[in-house]
């Protein structure tokens, strides 16, 4: 999961890419952060219609308060991101891009750091 | 001296949140405890204000088995009236005012945009919101979440510094073309402010 949200996490940040694509592939990188702070504490969000919505909301559960603002955050980048991908192009704006790629390597060191206090023999 | 609101002063509480939800998406039909449930009360505490708006043509209401169900009498002459009392004090856009707000000069320009602004929305019609400024989504999203409760549908922003904004103008961008050639409703400035954002 770590190499996958690297991944993504480099990728979002191709210049020739288009904000959609960007934007879309940050938005998984901080969909994977999520599911690796719910798997840490031992659950697994089973792959049915709303999962991206459940996973998103779990973190609050898992990570705890300091989760919400994420949460929320990635609750409308989810909607946006199911705009680009299915509904229309030309969705998303730099400014949005650019934040979400911000947002999502945040989110990601704040989970890295949660794994290693809450569960040292799982982290990086 | 204290302050009321406009629809205070005119409406009981639960009377106000009743026609605030029923005038603002007019062609939906309420289960009634879809109704309490947004307004935080009980379907019985609604019965006696429910049967008073129907009974009077401001409300209709149809029963399918058990469940009744309600929505505004868009033929009653007061209709457009009463609609555009609540569009002004409890409506989309002193909701959205009042909640980007507290952004202060983060936001240059708000506006909805779409099919809400050209009157043209259903029941179900999300509300489009273009914010231009400092303040992004991450900003925005717990603000909105709350209006989304309030209105009862969701806020989809798009959100743009001010220099991509005048950029994408610059570069004769369609999309953002066709938003200023349409009908907005503002929620933060005005006209002149967006004609100044852009370089008019």
């Not at chain 1, 609750?75 to 650019?98: L, M, Q």
């Not at chain 2, 399918?64 to 002004?88: C, H």
């Not at chain 2, 507290?102 to 509300?127: C, L, T, W």
Request: include cysteine; charge should be positive; aromatic fraction near 8%.
């Amino acid at each position: 999961m770590r190499a996958l949200i690297a991944r993504d996490l480099a990728d979002a940040s191709l210049a020739g890419l288009s904000a959609d694509r960007r934007f879309a592939t940050a938005y998984n990188a901080a969909l994977q952060a999520a599911n690796m702070a719910i798997a840490c504490a031992g659950y697994r969000i089973v792959s049915k219609v709303g999962h991206h919505r459940v996973s998103l909301e779990s973190t609050k559960l898992v990570l705890g308060k300091p989760a919400q603002k994420y949460a929320d955050y990635f609750e409308t980048c989810r909607r946006k991101r199911n705009t680009i991908d299915y509904t229309f192009s030309n969705v998303a704006t730099d400014t949005e891009a650019k934040e979400i790629l911000a947002q999502a390597r945040q989110f990601y060191v704040e989970v890295e750091d949660w794994i290693t206090k809450n569960h040292p023999a799982l982290k990086m | 001296m204290r302050k009321y609101s406009v629809l205070t002063a005119l409406f009981p509480q639960v009377r106000q949140g009743v026609l605030a939800a029923t005038l603002g998406q007019p062609d939906k039909w309420w289960y009634l405890s879809e109704l309490a449930g947004r307004l935080g009360t009980s379907p019985s505490s609604l019965q006696r204000e429910l049967s008073s708006l129907v009974a009077s043509g401001i409300l209709v209401h149809r029963r399918e088995g058990t469940r009744a169900y309600f929505k505004a009498q868009t033929q009653s002459p007061v209709f457009r009236d009463l609609q555009q009392l609540f569009e002004k004090t409890a409506g989309l856009g002193p909701i959205l005012e009042q909640v980007l707000k507290p952004f202060g000069n983060k936001i240059q320009s708000a506006f909805i945009y779409g099919s809400v602004a050209r009157s043209r929305e259903h029941a179900m019609s999300d509300v489009d919101v273009m914010v231009i400024g400092r303040a992004g989504l991450a900003d925005l999203s717990p603000a909105l979440r709350k209006a989304e409760v309030r209105l009862g549908r969701e806020v989809n922003v798009t959100a743009y510094s001010s220099e991509e904004f005048r950029e994408k103008i610059k570069s004769g961008d369609h999309f953002l073309a066709a938003v200023l050639r349409a009908r907005k409703q503002f929620v933060k400035g005005g006209q002149s402010d967006l004609d100044e954002l852009v370089g008019k």
